[in-house]
Structures are given as C-alpha cells and as structure tokens.
C-alpha cells in the first residue's frame, strides 16, 4: 500500500506496537421475551490494562449496556464504544466483564461483533482480541421454535442424496461446450496452437479439430477468450501425450459474462484479485466488474484526487469527521495505517495499470464502478479534507447549512452528495479523465465505467436550500427528477469522453420517458439485483442492455445455509451452490423472445461487508462460480443437478492443489440401531478427511480421523468437521446422542 501523503498525514495513529490487554467475546445465549421478540446478551470480557474504554464493530442492533456504569456510544452505525470508570479503574491484569443487551438473536456468524479494540487517552490501541463460537450450546444459535442448525442426521441424508459417481466426460466440465463430436480414438496432442480469425458474430466463438496434427488450428473471433476451452484440451491429455480425437464448436449465448467484487467495504490485494482474474478466466467469464468506491472507501489510486486513497482508503478509530481517515467499519484494529487488515488498502497507479494489463491478457474487460449520488461517503469526506487542507472546494460533494435527515438501506444520514451543486460534476469529471489516464498508459481502452446509482434514501435533500432552489428553476416536482438529473449528466459526460455507462437498475427504473430515450443510447449494463417482481422484465422491455444480477441467485455474500457458522449474508435469501445454475435467462426475466434479446449478460456478485481475508473471498466464489458460468456459457437449462455436483466434486482436488479455499458441505453423522455412529460425505471417501470429536470440542487437524463406524462410548454428543486441502474445512455438524 502506498504510503499517505506528507499533507494528508497529519491523522491520529495508534499505539498498535507492543499490543496490550485483551477482550473476549462470547454470546450468552438467545431469549425471547413476552411480545415474542428475540434478544441475546453479548459479554465483552476486557483486561483493559489502562484503557478507559473499547470499541468493536458489528451490524447495528438496537442496545444497550446492562451495567448503569457503563456507557455505550455509536461512533458511526456498525462502530460502537463502551467507555467505563470500570475500565479506568482496573488494575494491570485485571478482568472487567462487560454485558451489552442487543435486541435481537444472533443466528449467524456474519453477525457477531468484530474490529475489537481499546481506547487509551482518547487513542485506540491494539490488543489480544478472541471470540467464541456461537455454536457451544443450542441457546446460542436456537431463537424460541427456529432452529436453523443443520444437524447431523439431516447433513447425511443430504449428502446421501447429492453424492454422485458421475464426473464430466472428456472436454467436460463447466462451462459445458455446445458441440462436441469424439470422432473415435486417441491421437497425439498438438504441439502448438494457431489462431485463425473467423467472422461468426456469436461471442467467444471457436471452431477446432483433434485428430493429431502437430498445429492445432483454432477458428475464433475471440483468441483471448478461450483459456477454458484450452484448459479442457490440456486436462483431456494423457501423460502419454495423447487425447481423444474430437471436432468441437462453441461459443457463449452472453457477450457479458461477469464477476463483481467489492473491495470497498473491505480490501483484497492486487495479487489476490489477478488470482480471482485467473478463476474467471478458466471459467469463461470475461468482465470484472471492480466496486471500488462507496460508503467506507475508494481503493484505486485516481490521478489529480490523492486525497481519495490518502483519506478514503483509511479507517480508524476517532470520534470526528474531521480527521484525516474515514471511521472504522466492519473490521480493523483502530489504526488507519495498519496493513495487516483489509479495513485499509488501496491500488497504486502502477498496481491499477498492471491489474489491466492482466485482466487484458486474459480475455476480461475491467468495468470500474464508483458509486453515486448515495453510496458516496468516502469521496464526500475525502473532499472535505481537500477543501481543510489546499482550501479547495470547487469538486465539494455537499455544501454547508444542509439540514437534510434520512438513512441510507446501510444506515448512514451522511453518504449522498448533492446534485443541485457543481462540485460533484467536477469531480466525476476528474474520476473518469483519471480513470481512463490509467488505462491509457494500461494499452487498453476503457470502455464503460459503472456509476452505481442504487440505494439514494427518500427526501434526502429535503434539508438543502440549493436542491430546493435548484429544483424550482429546473421546474422539478419530485426528488427523484434530481436524482435523474444527475445520472443523466454523468452520461452526458462520459458521452463526451467516448464512454458508455453502466448503473444498478435505479438509474433505469421509476424515470420519464423522455429520460430513458435520452439515457439508454449511453447506457452499455443495467445491473437487476431484485430477487422479485417484473423489474427485469420492465428494464429490458425499454430496451436497456439487461445484466441479470438477482439477489436470490447471483450474490455470492449470501450464506448458502441456515447453519449459524456459515458466513454471509440473510437478507436476499440462501445462496448454495445451485442457485446459480438454475438462473436462467426465462426464469429471471419472463418475457417474450424479442424483449428477451435486451438480456445481454449475467453477473455474481461479492460484497464484502462479511470479508476477513483472501481465503473468504475464495470461499464465497468457490464452488458458486461454476453455477454462474454455466448459465453465462448458457442462457437456458443444460445439465442436471447431479451432473453440476459431478463437475463440482472433480474440481475441488484441483482447487486444493492451488492452494485455494472453497466452500464444503458438513459431514452427516447418524446413529444406526446396532448402536454405532456413521459419518460420511457428499463427496465420497476418496476425497477429504472427516475428523471428530466426542467431548463437545469444535474438531481440529488434530482431531482423530473417521474411516469406520464407531462406538461413541460414554459421549452425549459427537461433532465432525470435513478437512481438505491447506484452507478447506467444513462447518461442524452436531450429532446429540
């Protein structure tokens, strides 16, 4: 991470060296009171060791600290302090326990507190930080009648019912080929590969014949976009160099087929996402999709802006917006230069042109999206610190004396920059020139740049006498024409530039004709998130360029189960690994075949509230990606469930090799009536170990090792885990005996 400019660098630092005392964490447990309302006690046991006070985050929950002496502050919804004498007066060594009542029950990992830290005189400052499981008693993940744990006997049952012996073919796997003749017989791999250029308008299209030649000849319009067809071709080699003879043609029924990933809410480093670019590729997708600015950052590096990366890429702890780095969200340790955490981190210029250059190299298309008007907290504060520090205040996002009061679906009253002023105007003017200085000296041309557009909060510029004024000389009767307004003014200019747009389907839906006929002729992606209704239907049949994107389907943030230790999301419903291959084109978008043809594109989807580490992000996409790129090879249904599930079992050995993480179901365990336990996998014996417990304890590596049904002596309970790979472990499936 480049190192914060000398004029910005005048922010509060912590006093991270040499980390002292400690806080954690566990749950007490669910209850539900009288109106049938969950609640569960947090306890936060602090040795704050001359700390007056704590911090964590965590997804705002109605609370309260159960001690009167203690004092519970929100910094910023998602940030939270407890100040306390308790603390103050402890001596060194000394234990503090710290109950908080949080008005409703803690059903999912994703959902307990993180970015712990201290406060020593106002400062924050690292320290030991541990959290318990949530799943030690069945009240901690139980809320009166709803229990979601996937217990053990359930688990077997539905491994019993998924595992297959069925693997792809030769030239197999996903994403599966339109046509493909074995014409008998195994002949000698070519030796080299020649591409030669064919006119067929369908995307990725090529044309090929295995019968031994030394030159394999390759007729395709889209040379770079064929690593997954090669990938095929070496997998299908013998050691002994040959393969079966084969003529094959294929091409993809999308001309978009995406990946998002969010590094805003929380980064991943260059080297991780060029690893995330590679998966994309072996798998047929060809546009990443790079959220890169919103609430609670701006992670690439923009020419004539350094206070974006320099403010904005930062998160820390303080109790001001008028500091020199963004409040901490989500997760860090307080210090807004710490570079262990992915609270903070940015592109260099150098990073962003190599990640272009890469993207380039293998078939994929970097659409960068920096959201606005609403999304927009980073750059507004970021601004904010350019005007305090050069007095620079012509690409201000807001402007004082504005009373307006609203939350954001996020719950921010701060983050929606104001479109009545000119300042916004110039910065967006000054991102896409910077934006697109950077693919110059990339070799690549940017084509679309995404401007988000989603999520702006009602009436929020009721409190602004510019909106207003603005408003009534543009004879403007609702806020939402100023949200048009904006958008289109920013298709206006990147028009101008000779790019298109992108945006989530708020800047195509809810308009007036006239805007949507001056809009969509700039418009190259609408992104549909909505998990229901006809929205997508309605977007394509005004003959915008539709991205099915749908929540319930697509966004890989999502838990997969109900099982309380699944990371991810709850609020569009379980994603598994399923979902994605059954998102086909009719399903998400009823219509007739000629509005059908508006559908241009798929895309999953990562936000990264509930991102720790490079092996989540991996976790999240793996094994869901092969489900996104069936249906982006493949607008309508092609193979079964039981086949996908093959494909995904022979995949994971290689995803081990790679040193990758990937998502894995619980192993089931059941008791037979000869009174003996058995385990077992949805991906048979031959792959992973199953290791157990018999004392209540989560099973480790270390734990012993199933490979025959067993006698549970004298234990009330068993737990298994399945382990594969350096990163691959299951959830723990609980068996009561």
């Given at each position: 991470?480049?190192?914060?400019?000398?004029?910005?660098?005048?922010?509060?630092?912590?006093?991270?060296?040499?980390?002292?005392?400690?806080?954690?964490?566990?749950?007490?447990?669910?209850?539900?009171?009288?109106?049938?309302?969950?609640?569960?006690?947090?306890?936060?046991?602090?040795?704050?060791?001359?700390?007056?006070?704590?911090?964590?985050?965590?997804?705002?929950?109605?609370?309260?600290?159960?001690?009167?002496?203690?004092?519970?502050?929100?910094?910023?919804?998602?940030?939270?302090?407890?100040?306390?004498?308790?603390?103050?007066?402890?001596?060194?060594?000394?234990?503090?326990?710290?109950?908080?009542?949080?008005?409703?029950?803690?059903?999912?990992?994703?959902?307990?507190?993180?970015?712990?830290?201290?406060?020593?005189?106002?400062?924050?400052?690292?320290?030991?930080?541990?959290?318990?499981?949530?799943?030690?008693?069945?009240?901690?993940?139980?809320?009166?009648?709803?229990?979601?744990?996937?217990?053990?006997?359930?688990?077997?049952?539905?491994?019993?019912?998924?595992?297959?012996?069925?693997?792809?073919?030769?030239?197999?796997?996903?994403?599966?080929?339109?046509?493909?003749?074995?014409?008998?017989?195994?002949?000698?791999?070519?030796?080299?590969?020649?591409?030669?250029?064919?006119?067929?308008?369908?995307?990725?299209?090529?044309?090929?014949?295995?019968?031994?030649?030394?030159?394999?000849?390759?007729?395709?319009?889209?040379?770079?976009?064929?690593?997954?067809?090669?990938?095929?071709?070496?997998?299908?080699?013998?050691?002994?160099?040959?393969?079966?003879?084969?003529?094959?043609?294929?091409?993809?029924?999308?001309?978009?087929?995406?990946?998002?990933?969010?590094?805003?809410?929380?980064?991943?480093?260059?080297?991780?996402?060029?690893?995330?670019?590679?998966?994309?590729?072996?798998?047929?997708?060809?546009?990443?999709?790079?959220?890169?600015?919103?609430?609670?950052?701006?992670?690439?590096?923009?020419?004539?802006?350094?206070?974006?990366?320099?403010?904005?890429?930062?998160?820390?702890?303080?109790?001001?917006?008028?500091?020199?780095?963004?409040?901490?969200?989500?997760?860090?340790?307080?210090?807004?230069?710490?570079?262990?955490?992915?609270?903070?981190?940015?592109?260099?210029?150098?990073?962003?042109?190599?990640?272009?250059?890469?993207?380039?190299?293998?078939?994929?298309?970097?659409?960068?999206?920096?959201?606005?008007?609403?999304?927009?907290?980073?750059?507004?504060?970021?601004?904010?610190?350019?005007?305090?520090?050069?007095?620079?205040?012509?690409?201000?996002?807001?402007?004082?004396?504005?009373?307006?009061?609203?939350?954001s679906a996020q719950d921010y009253h701060d983050n929606v920059l104001n479109p009545a002023l000119e300042g916004p105007y110039r910065f967006?003017?000054?991102?896409?020139?910077?934006?697109?200085?950077?693919?110059?000296?990339?070799?690549?041309?940017?084509?679309?740049?995404?401007?988000?557009?989603?999520?702006?909060?009602?009436?929020?510029?009721?409190?602004?006498?510019?909106?207003?004024?603005?408003?009534?000389?543009?004879?403007?009767?609702?806020?939402?024409?100023?949200?048009?307004?904006?958008?289109?003014?920013?298709?206006?200019?990147?028009?101008?530039?000779?790019?298109?747009?992108?945006?989530?389907?708020?800047?195509?839906?809810?308009?007036?004709?006239?805007?949507?006929?001056?809009?969509?002729?700039?418009?190259?992606?609408?992104?549909?998130?909505?998990?229901?209704?006809?929205?997508?239907?309605?977007?394509?049949?005004?003959?915008?360029?539709?991205?099915?994107?749908?929540?319930?389907?697509?966004?890989?943030?999502?838990?997969?189960?109900?099982?309380?230790?699944?990371?991810?999301?709850?609020?569009?419903?379980?994603?598994?690994?399923?979902?994605?291959?059954?998102?086909?084109?009719?399903?998400?978008?009823?219509?007739?075949?000629?509005?059908?043809?508006?559908?241009?594109?798929?895309?999953?989807?990562?936000?990264?509230?509930?991102?720790?580490?490079?092996?989540?992000?991996?976790?999240?996409?793996?094994?869901?990606?092969?489900?996104?790129?069936?249906?982006?090879?493949?607008?309508?249904?092609?193979?079964?469930?039981?086949?996908?599930?093959?494909?995904?079992?022979?995949?994971?050995?290689?995803?081990?090799?790679?040193?990758?993480?990937?998502?894995?179901?619980?192993?089931?365990?059941?008791?037979?009536?000869?009174?003996?336990?058995?385990?077992?996998?949805?991906?048979?014996?031959?792959?992973?170990?199953?290791?157990?417990?018999?004392?209540?304890?989560?099973?480790?590596?270390?734990?012993?090792?199933?490979?025959?049904?067993?006698?549970?002596?004298?234990?009330?309970?068993?737990?298994?885990?399945?382990?594969?790979?350096?990163?691959?472990?299951?959830?723990?499936?609980?068996?009561?005996?």
């Amino acid at each position: 991470m480049k190192k914060t400019s000398v004029l910005l660098a005048l922010a509060l630092t912590a006093a991270s060296a040499g980390a002292a005392g400690s806080i954690d964490w566990q749950t007490l447990g669910n209850r539900t009171n009288d109106n049938g309302r969950g609640s569960h006690i947090q306890r936060f046991t602090v040795v704050p060791d001359g700390a007056e006070g704590f911090a964590f985050c965590m997804f705002k929950r109605p609370m309260s600290a159960v001690n009167p002496a203690d004092t519970l502050l929100e910094i910023l919804p998602g940030y939270f302090a407890v100040m306390s004498p308790r603390l103050a007066a402890a001596a060194p060594g000394d234990t503090v326990v710290v109950d908080i009542e949080t008005r409703a029950p803690l059903l999912h990992a994703s959902y307990r507190p993180d970015g712990m830290h201290l406060i020593a005189d106002g400062r924050p400052v690292r320290c030991r930080t541990s959290r318990h499981s949530n799943t030690e008693r069945p009240d901690q993940w139980r809320n009166g009648e709803k229990d979601g744990m996937i217990y053990g006997p359930e688990a077997f049952a539905v491994n019993d019912s998924l595992r297959t012996a069925l693997r792809p073919g030769p030239y197999g796997g996903v994403p599966t080929l339109k046509k493909l003749t074995l014409t008998g017989g195994r002949v000698k791999a070519p030796q080299s590969i020649e591409y030669v250029a064919d006119a067929d308008q369908r995307p990725a299209y090529a044309r090929l014949r295995l019968d031994g030649a030394p030159v394999l000849r390759i007729h395709t319009n889209e040379p770079r976009a064929l690593r997954h067809l090669l990938r095929k071709i070496e997998e299908a080699t013998a050691p002994d160099g040959t393969l079966p003879a084969a003529e094959i043609e294929d091409w993809a029924d999308y001309p978009y087929r995406g990946l998002m990933l969010d590094v805003a809410r929380n980064f991943t480093t260059a080297p991780e996402v060029k690893r995330m670019m590679r998966l994309m590729a072996d798998y047929g997708l060809n546009v990443l999709h790079f959220h890169l600015g919103d609430d609670e950052a701006w992670r690439m590096e923009t020419p004539g802006l350094p206070e974006l990366t320099a403010v904005g890429a930062r998160r820390g702890y303080t109790r001001s917006d008028d500091v020199d780095f963004l409040k901490q969200i989500y997760s860090g340790d307080g210090n807004p230069d710490a570079t262990d955490t992915p609270a903070n981190g940015f592109y260099t210029t150098d990073e962003f042109i190599d990640l272009i250059r890469t993207a380039d190299s293998l078939g994929i298309e970097i659409i960068p999206e920096f959201d606005a008007p609403g999304h927009t907290r980073a750059a507004i504060r970021a601004m904010e610190a350019r005007r305090r520090h050069t007095g620079d205040d012509s690409m201000r996002l807001i402007h004082d004396g504005d009373t307006s009061v609203y939350n954001s679906a996020q719950d921010y009253h701060d983050n929606v920059l104001n479109p009545a002023l000119e300042g916004p105007y110039r910065f967006w003017g000054a991102v896409m020139d910077g934006t697109a200085e950077l693919f110059r000296r990339a070799g690549v041309p940017l084509r679309t740049i995404h401007i988000g557009g989603d999520e702006v909060p009602r009436r929020c510029w009721d409190g602004s006498s510019v909106a207003r004024e603005f408003m009534e000389r543009h004879g403007m009767k609702s806020q939402s024409e100023l949200h048009a307004y904006f958008v289109g003014r920013l298709s206006r200019m990147a028009a101008d530039r000779g790019l298109s747009i992108a945006g989530w389907q708020e800047v195509a839906v809810g308009h007036s004709e006239a805007y949507t006929d001056s809009v969509r002729p700039t418009v190259r992606a609408v992104n549909c998130w909505l998990h229901a209704g006809d929205t997508g239907r309605r977007i394509a049949e005004m003959g915008y360029p539709l991205i099915l994107s749908n929540v319930n389907y697509l966004y890989f943030d999502q838990t997969p189960t109900t099982h309380p230790e699944e990371p991810g999301l709850t609020w569009g419903g379980l994603v598994d690994e399923f979902r994605p291959l059954h998102a086909t084109r009719k399903l998400l978008c009823d219509a007739d075949p000629e509005t059908l043809k508006n559908v241009r594109g798929i895309s999953c989807h990562l936000f990264a509230e509930t991102v720790r580490s490079p092996q989540m992000v991996q976790r999240y996409f793996l094994p869901r990606l092969l489900g996104a790129a069936e249906r982006a090879h493949h607008a309508e249904a092609t193979i079964s469930d039981e086949e996908y599930f093959g494909s995904i079992t022979a995949e994971m050995p290689r995803w081990d090799s790679l040193g990758l993480d990937h998502l894995m179901r619980q192993p089931g365990l059941r008791l037979r009536e000869d009174g003996l336990v058995e385990m077992n996998s949805a991906y048979g014996d031959g792959y992973g170990t199953i290791r157990y417990t018999l004392d209540g304890s989560d099973p480790t590596e270390e734990s012993p090792a199933y490979t025959t049904p067993l006698k549970p002596a004298g234990a009330s309970q068993i737990r298994a885990r399945l382990f594969a790979g350096p990163h691959a472990r299951s959830v723990v499936s609980i068996l009561y005996l």
